[in-house]
């Protein structure tokens, strides 16, 4: 299981291997849903200059954690205020991204713990994501942890304006 993986905050000197796991994540999860222009644009550098942005300048309602093993990444986990008005006032889940090596031993869960528990921290009842129309194992995976599907919305992305699903969870300690 992941007893051998350790959780923490993300600090700036992270951002190339949050970079780096975060294209190489994105790249196998859509490489059948996202258009091919989205693969050129939305690379390693890209996604380096976004989470150096975001992690250069912490806002106190935006929380990244890391998962480790040893000292290599596994895991990333973002969260933060809504982006969306149809996410109606609860915290947004705005990254979940396991190494395709470890999934299915529970890191997944304990990251959406780990962040459930600071939603509560920060104040909200309720956490909420988007997770693209035809992402079945992210789908399911939600499902499976007791999201309940609330809605959809277009994502504006910066390139993809993809479709998205909604799920949301109204009680942050069933994760406990």
Known sequence: ???DIAIRPALAGDVADIARLHRAIWCDTYRDLAPAEVYRVLD????RARWADMLATPRRDQRVFLAEQGARLVG???IAAASEPAFEGRGEIKSLYIDPSIKRQGLGRRLM???????AAMGYSGAA???VVGNEPAIA????LGGQLIGRY???GPIWRSDNLIFAWDDLSLLS
């Not at 995976?141 to 499976?144: K, L």
């Open 1 to 3: 299981m992941t007893t």
């Open 44 to 47: 390693e550098d890209y996604r």
């Open 76 to 78: 990333i986990g973002a």
């Open 113 to 119: 713990r780990t962040m459930m528990e600071e939603f």
């Open 129 to 131: 994501l988007g997770v």
């Open 141 to 144: 995976f939600y499902r499976a």
């Open 154 to 156: 277009t994502d504006p």
